[in-house]
């Protein structure tokens, strides 16, 4: 066989698995979640929706998962240069929340939801049983749980790295369109309806599955119960 044949054959071949890659990872299902850390809705939702969600059998590996920890906050300019400050809704603690849990999905796992949110549910899960009601607490203890250098996250936390991802998250949340009423908010495929948050927040797992086009791994078949109303509105 000629070099040059073996060279076209080699490269329809690289060309078919470039393909399929780029198919498989168009077909996952885009879950964008904006969120705040200490609204009881949106803990819910992270523990009774999305954990149970991804636990189930090979239903991460069709998630694209999203995370913005910002929700109904307010950023104003400091005084201070590329410096901003803000107010959250439930209080001192919720910014913290947000920025800890924010540093550890964009600079510990780059932004992936996915592999961000045993870190994000273990942080929510204490908040939200009452085991502690400071966040960076919750964060350190997570942190050693999953092996996270809890001092750079903390450095992060509160310096220009943290604040400036904040920044970003701001910018985000407010640029949704439509704008956001309360939080959780939720994007499937880039898209929010009350048909599909009320979709997700009753049955997460049902409304992926039934959303994803590939074939359906075998998580698909459970089901999770539904989600009462509990959402954080603006003021």
Known sequence: MSSHLLFLISSALLLSLCLSSTVQAQQKVQVSLYYESLCPGCQEFILTQIHPTLQAEGVKDIIDLHLVAYGNAKEVPSSIQNWYNFTCQHGVQECVGNLYETCVIDSVYGGNGVAAFPFIYCVERALHSGATSDPAVAASKCAALFQIDFTKVDACAKGAQGNQLMHKNAVETASLNPPHKYVPWILVNGVHSEVIEDAMTSDMLGYVCKTYQGN??????????????????RR
């Open 216 to 233: 359906k791994p075998a998580g698909c078949k459970q089901a999770l119960s539904e989600l009462k109303d509990n959402k954080c509105y």
